[in-house]
């Protein structure tokens, strides 16, 4: 896990961003096609038995997620998945997976977004878009300014998608995105997880410091 491997993890995301733009807008989404795609992560990663996917539900938290630049939960008390309405299509897959990973039991919020980047990696056009668009961003996050003028620039399509996503990061409310943070942050730490809210960025260590077989399937030790 180094800055080379970062390196070439985020000029990989940068050219299958480009060259899947157009497969990845041609149709709508449908969160049934990201079923089968977590059922393999799960086998993938040598999980049985299977989790069961859950279904988004609408919620009256709904508002609150948009204020609070909150993506989605896991309801601990009903096992139910809430979204945040504003997703984009592209943003959608990887979330609704990384929510399905916590309903198969991956609770470590790394954990849970890495199983979300291996299913959506496994799945159609929009998902696998999606899955790059993640460690895209995860990857450029580590790497010093010298380093990030060495990836292959985006082409206008998704540099498009990540400026929507940006904005729509920004019609958030700093204080309640503020609060928000304090309190989950706690809630993590109660929880063991000594990292708190910043565990969400241990995945990069997860995706460069696996490796992986044909079709990005994860190698097990």
């Not at 997860?206 to 994860?218: E, I």
């Amino acid at each position: 896990v180094n800055e080379t491997q970062a390196l070439a993890l985020a000029a990989t995301s940068a050219r299958e961003l480009n060259a899947g733009f157009a497969a990845a807008h041609a149709s709508a989404w449908q969160d049934a096609a990201l079923a089968a795609p977590f059922a393999g992560a799960q086998r993938a990663l040598a999980a049985a038995p299977l989790a069961i996917p859950g279904v988004p539900k609408r919620s009256m938290l709904g508002w609150y997620f948009r204020r609070a630049a909150i993506d989605g939960m896991t309801d601990p008390f009903f096992l139910e998945v809430i979204l945040n309405p504003d997703l984009l299509d592209v943003e959608r897959p990887f979330v609704l997976a990384h929510e399905w990973a916590h309903l198969a039991g991956y609770a470590a919020e790394s954990e849970a977004s890495f199983v979300a980047w291996v299913t959506c990696l496994k799945g159609d056009a929009r998902a696998r878009y999606s899955a790059w668009l993640t460690s895209y961003g995860q990857a450029m996050r580590t790497l010093p300014p010298e380093s990030r003028r060495l990836v292959p620039p985006l082409a206008p399509g998704p540099a498009a998608d990540l400026r929507a996503i940006g904005a729509r990061y920004r019609r958030s409310s700093p204080i309640v995105r503020g609060a928000a943070r304090e309190v989950y942050d706690g809630y993590l730490r109660a929880n063991r997880v000594r990292e708190g809210i910043e565990s969400y960025d241990g995945v990069v260590r997860l995706m460069l410091g696996t490796r992986f077989g044909p079709g990005w399937t994860p190698r097990l030790r």
